[in-house]
């Protein structure tokens, strides 16, 4: 899926060396998952969380077999944007990234489009044809709408976290980085692995 931050093009580099020495039954947990571009290439037990609603639903309702829609015009892109409480909460999530240029929240309507070379891409239709992709790698994985210190870890876990960048925009909401930090070198015997990016 096309998220802001994703790890898509370096996750299967990446995650050899953090799950060099994970063990039998071991839990693998992301608390901050987003478009799920790491976790969906782990196998075994998995947490995904991430503090956006309706990401997280939108990612619930797909395991649950949901199928977004063929296409979302314009101005209901621009209906779901200003009133997300009238829509279901997988159809927000689904338009706000989705229906997005480079899996911005609700960062310019993505449809189908003439490109510079005169050919025409349809940004849903691909993003479909992809997110349906993962969400099969997904089955099984434990999904979470919470703020990364209220996650219950399992003892052991290995834990990957990319927070958002601290001073960056685009994010619907930011955290706290001086808590975050405080917290990951408080979480004691339970990190594994913790591959963060500080700024």
């Keep these: 899926m096309k998220y802001m931050g994703s790890k898509a093009r370096i996750a299967k580099q990446i995650l050899p060396i953090i799950l060099k020495n994970r063990q039998p039954g071991q839990w693998y947990v992301e608390p901050f998952a987003g478009g799920m571009n790491s976790?969906?290439?782990?196998?075994?037990?998995?947490?995904?969380?991430?503090?956006?609603?309706?990401?997280?639903?939108?990612?619930?309702?797909?395991?649950?077999?949901?199928?977004p829609p063929a296409q979302v015009s314009r101005e209901e892109y621009e209906k779901i944007k200003a009133t997300p409480v009238l829509y279901a909460p997988e159809l927000v999530g689904w338009a706000g990234f989705n229906c997005s240029y480079s899996g911005k929240w609700f960062g310019g309507y993505a449809?189908?489009?003439?490109?510079?070379?005169?050919?025409?891409?349809?940004?849903?239709?691909?993003?479909i044809r992809n997110v349906l992709k993962q969400a099969d790698l997904l089955r099984g994985c434990r999904m979470e709408n919470l703020t990364f210190y209220r996650l219950s870890i399992p003892p052991e876990s290995i834990i990957y976290c990319d927070p958002p960048y601290a001073g960056t925009t685009g994010y619907k909401s930011t955290i706290d980085h001086e808590h975050f930090w405080q917290w990951g070198s408080k979480s004691g015997g339970s990190w594994a692995y913790c591959i963060c990016k500080r700024v």
């Design 39 to 67: 976790i969906c290439h782990v196998k075994g037990n998995r947490l995904a969380n991430d503090n956006h609603y309706y990401l997280i639903q939108m990612w619930i309702r797909l395991l649950e077999n949901w199928r």
């Design 111 to 127: 449809g189908k489009t003439q490109t510079k070379i005169g050919t025409i891409r349809d940004y849903q239709t691909e993003a």
